[in-house]
């Protein structure tokens, strides 16, 4: 049984989030830390 809660959350970008696949949000959130780090190194601060 799924709750309705887990249907929507009322943000677009949550909702677009949980249903990606794990493997795209894996991908996703692994570009997300390159380029964290990528902008902190090219602002000196890593």
């Not at 887990?6 to 970008?13: E, H, I, L, R």
């Not at 909702?15 to 570009?31: E, K, P, S, Y």
Request: glycine letters at 16%.
């Amino acid at each position: 049984m799924v709750s309705d809660a887990a249907d929507g959350t009322g943000s677009p970008v949550v909702d677009r989030w949980t249903a990606l696949d794990r493997g795209w949000q894996a991908l996703a959130l692994g570009l997300g830390i390159v380029a964290v780090h990528a902008a902190g190194q090219a602002a000196g601060l890593f």
